[in-house]
């Protein structure tokens, strides 16, 4: 579908690459950030010829979002407290867990939930030969341009809960906080990739993959309402419990302690190395769709 | 003779969903994960309460809230059949029920009943697991006229799930893109049907709103007749109500159905 959208101009298929790049540079970073510009131009030119349909999923999320915000609005018209979470607190919470959703959604949910379909019709020998990093490829081919109007609303509704605390961050914390949402985002990135992966094994990997999607109700809610195993499997394993709720304690000067962010960044890194080693694995086992 | 035609759609509509057991499977465990996260968070809320109360909800009654509407939702809830209805007549399949002495509605309620009876039956072992793991806190039916009203109160949400779906599958006749549209009501539906959770909790003015609405049909009143919240007197009445909206929507869904056949002919020529 989208890979046969031709554009003039583009340099997506196989175009020589830019004389500034370094040939010996395993990976060269103003060649792939020309590509990456190449592949936003081709997102743009396909949502523009989709306007209406464009808009209308932005009203779509905006409502979704609106709708947990309400569910929130709802309980705390019963409770002042969910363990020591006041309501503002939990609704920044739920406005940073979207900002990551949706800037996840935005650069990659598109491209990985499409893997199993290039591994089905064979599609992705055609990545492999590209003088392209595979990963870099499959992980950014497409741009949901929608999620970053979705993860604007998602700024402005964490802006309005801070200032109904009537707390004003630092600059440091502003910063840590736009750290620690990368890092969300890349945890996210980097399961999902794993479980898109599987499909090297096993085509109804697509179910799973949108099962993982699931996962997303789970980071927007206060860590302290878990406990037992459902809290060790998602603070551990898969750490839902932290990818939201560190950034918004470090805003808003609820954490614990500092080694939360030591936890959360340490998982992070191992997940990004477990997913580099089961792409590799993943990989090495692909003997293309006609074989 | 017409009933046996349909007996067989039913009969390949069971077969054709069997192949989807495994996804089932998956779709029904994943959805325990968020279930599980709900049930959290009231707990915690109810553990920070004196009186032990919210709204006129007991701890138990909360928590069984949530477990019958997974229950009623792996019965009634409509998944994959709108979109299928959409691509039927964005591809022209649906020209060939246009020329066979069988209606569109009637075929697709058949698939839909076949859909839902494997779905229920997969989804059985993990929900009764899951409802064995908080057996503590999961409410039965009163008695057994209850749970009777239960029973009729769930197909005619059954029915009306299907019928406002097939509706709004049916503006595929008139937009490209319908699947903005269906997210946008299934959001509707999740909020005033009462799946975030019990619509009496909102403040009155609110609830007594969306009573005259046909959303509390479609999950929150045959809930709540299990949890035995529906008085006796008023559930004949309710009922009647809920019966009413389907035959509406019956009558909706025809009306736009004949509509939008009368256009598509008009594109085909």
């Given at each position: 579908m989208s890979s046969e959208f031709k554009v003039p101009g583009s340099e997506l298929a196989g175009a020589p690459p830019p004389p500034d790049a370094r040939p010996h540079s395993p990976f060269p970073i103003s060649r792939y950030l020309s590509l990456y510009a190449a592949l936003w131009r081709n997102s743009v030119i396909r949502e523009l010829g989709f306007k209406v349909n464009f808009l209308m999923w932005i009203v779509v999320e905006a409502l979704w979002f609106a709708l947990q915000l309400t569910f929130i609005g709802v309980l705390y018209l019963h409770t002042d407290h969910i363990g020591t979470w006041t309501k503002w607190q939990v609704v920044a919470l739920m406005g940073t867990s979207h900002l990551i959703q949706q800037l996840f959604t935005a650069i990659f949910l598109t491209n990985l939930t499409a893997l199993s379909e290039h591994i089905r019709t064979g599609k992705l020998d055609f990545m492999l030969l590209l003088p392209v990093n595979t990963r870099f490829l499959i992980s950014f081919r497409q741009v949901d341009l929608g999620g970053f109007v979705n993860a604007a609303s998602a700024l402005c509704v964490i802006g309005y809960a801070l200032h109904r605390l009537g707390h004003a961050p630092g600059l440091a914390q502003f910063a840590g906080f736009a750290v620690l949402v990368v890092v969300g985002i890349l945890i996210h990135y980097s399961l999902m990739l794993m479980l898109s992966a599987t499909s090297f094994w096993t085509v109804r990997a697509q179910g799973i993959v949108w099962g993982y999607y699931n996962l997303f109700n789970i980071a927007r809610l206060p860590d302290e309402a878990f406990r037992g195993p459902f809290k060790a499997v998602f603070t551990y394993a898969l750490p839902m419990l932290l990818v939201s709720n560190v950034p918004v304690k470090l805003l808003v000067d609820k954490l614990g302690s500092p080694l939360e962010i030591l936890l959360l960044v340490t998982l992070a890194t191992l997940i990004c190395i477990a997913s580099e080693i089961i792409w590799r694995t993943a990989l090495k086992r692909y003997t293309s769709a006609s074989s | 003779m017409t009933m046996s035609k349909y007996w067989h759609v039913l009969n390949i509509g069971l077969q054709n969903t069997l192949v989807y057991r495994l996804n089932f499977l998956f779709r029904a465990t994943f959805g325990l994960i968020p279930l599980t996260a709900t049930i959290f968070v009231w707990r915690t809320i109810y553990a920070g309460k004196a009186d032990g109360r919210v709204g006129s909800y007991e701890l138990a009654q909360m928590v069984s809230y949530y477990l019958v509407v997974t229950i009623?939702?792996?019965?009634?809830?409509?998944?994959?059949?709108?979109?299928?209805?959409?691509?039927?007549?964005?591809?022209?399949?649906?020209?060939?029920?246009?020329?066979?002495?069988?209606?569109?509605?009637?075929?697709?309620?058949?698939?839909?009943?076949?859909?839902?009876?494997?779905?229920?039956?997969?989804?059985?072992?993990?929900?009764?697991?899951?409802?064995?793991?908080?057996?503590?806190?999961?409410?039965?039916?009163?008695?057994?006229?209850?749970?009777?009203?239960?029973?009729?109160?769930?197909?005619?949400?059954?029915?009306?799930?299907?019928?406002?779906?097939f509706t709004l599958a049916l503006l595929a006749f008139w937009v490209l893109e319908v699947a903005t549209f269906i997210f946008i009501a299934f959001a509707f539906e999740y909020l005033a049907g009462g799946h975030l959770f019990p619509l009496d909790i909102l403040p009155p003015a609110v609830a007594a709103l969306l009573d005259y609405t046909p959303f509390p049909y479609l999950t929150y009143f045959p809930v709540s007749i299990w949890l035995g919240r529906v008085p006796a007197e008023a559930l004949a009445h309710g009922v009647l109500v809920q019966l009413l909206w389907v035959v509406a929507a019956y009558a909706l869904a025809r009306l736009v159905w004949s509509r939008g056949i009368r256009k598509y002919s008009a594109v085909g020529g």
């Open positions: - | 009623v939702d792996a019965l009634t809830a409509v998944t994959e059949d709108d979109w299928q209805i959409a691509a039927d007549i964005k591809d022209g399949n649906i020209s060939q029920f246009l020329l066979k002495p069988m209606d569109y509605l009637t075929y697709r309620l058949c698939l839909f009943g076949a859909g839902r009876l494997v779905y229920a039956v997969v989804a059985l072992v993990p929900t009764v697991a899951f409802l064995w793991l908080l057996r503590a806190d999961f409410v039965l039916p009163p008695d057994a006229a209850t749970a009777g009203w239960f029973i009729v109160s769930v197909g005619l949400t059954a029915l009306l799930q299907f019928l406002m779906s």
